[in-house]
T-cell receptor
Framework: SQTIHQWPATLVQPVGSPLSLECTVE??????LYWYRQAAGRGLQLLFY??????ISSEVPQNLSASRPQDRQFILSSKKLLLSDSGFYLC???????????FGNGTRLTVT | RKEVEQDPGPFNVPEGATVAFNCTYS??????FFWYRQDCRKEPKLLMS???SGNEDGRFTAQLNRASQYISLLIRDSKLSDSATYLC???????????FGTGTKLQVIP
């Protein structure tokens, strides 16, 4: 069966520090991969999605970037965090277009 | 107009009640629709996909109305454990992009 791993679960980082969140999927090949962010009390904001290695679609221009160095690995990065980057970051995968998304446990990021 | 819109609630209903949520979407080319459940401080979990003919899973029924561009979720015989936020999700813009509504909070009261 397919599983998705996302780490760390919680993170506290100072403003201006870099960020790297990693997500890996097991048990499937060539998944669609997604990064969402959920600010406190808000909905899910799509940040990036990828349909293959090296292919990234960005939905919101900001100081975040994403990379997909391997088929089942998706990384979210920032060179300098802002206070507004605080939130609940969720990685998700789907097996093909029109199939449902399945989420990792999320990373709760607090920028201080 | 937002791509996907939901009434944020909260919906406070007594145990055993029937409650319905609607979700409207703006992209008429959208092909797939889903309902998710999200508990406090947890990741969303797939509740059910929504098919054109409508579908049912136990106490939960999902419907799609393409003409009016909305999907609905009906929960019958509400349980305390149904208390959560319910998110609708719609694909569009090339089918890989999946947009979520802001969620509707349900509180089932004893």
């Amino acid at each position: 069966s397919q599983t998705i791993h996302q780490w760390p679960a919680t993170l506290v980082q100072p403003v201006g520090s870099p960020l790297s969140l990693e997500c890996t999927v097991e048990g499937t090949s060539n998944p669609n991969l997604y990064w969402y962010r959920q600010a406190a009390g808000r909905g899910l904001q799509l940040l990036f999605y990828s349909v293959g290695i090296g292919q990234i679609s960005s939905e919101v221009p900001q100081n975040l970037s994403a990379s997909r160095p391997q088929d089942r690995q998706f990384i979210l990065s920032s060179k300098k965090l802002l206070l507004s980057d605080s939130g609940f970051y969720l990685c998700a995968w789907s097996s093909y277009s029109n199939s449902p998304l399945h989420f990792g446990n999320g990373t709760r990021l607090t920028v201080t | 107009r937002k791509e996907v819109e939901q009434d944020p609630g909260p919906f406070n209903v007594p145990e055993g009640a029937t409650v319905a949520f609607n979700c409207t979407y703006s992209n008429s080319a959208s092909q797939s629709f889903f309902w998710y459940r999200q508990d406090c401080r947890k990741e969303p979990k797939l509740l059910m996909s929504v098919y054109s003919s409508g579908n049912e899973d136990g106490r939960f029924t999902a419907q799609l109305n393409r003409a009016s561009q909305y999907i609905s979720l009906l929960i019958r015989d509400s349980k305390l454990s149904d208390s959560a936020t319910y998110l609708c999700a719609v694909n569009g813009g090339g089918y890989q992009k999946v947009t979520f509504g802001t969620g509707t909070k349900l509180q089932v009261i004893p």
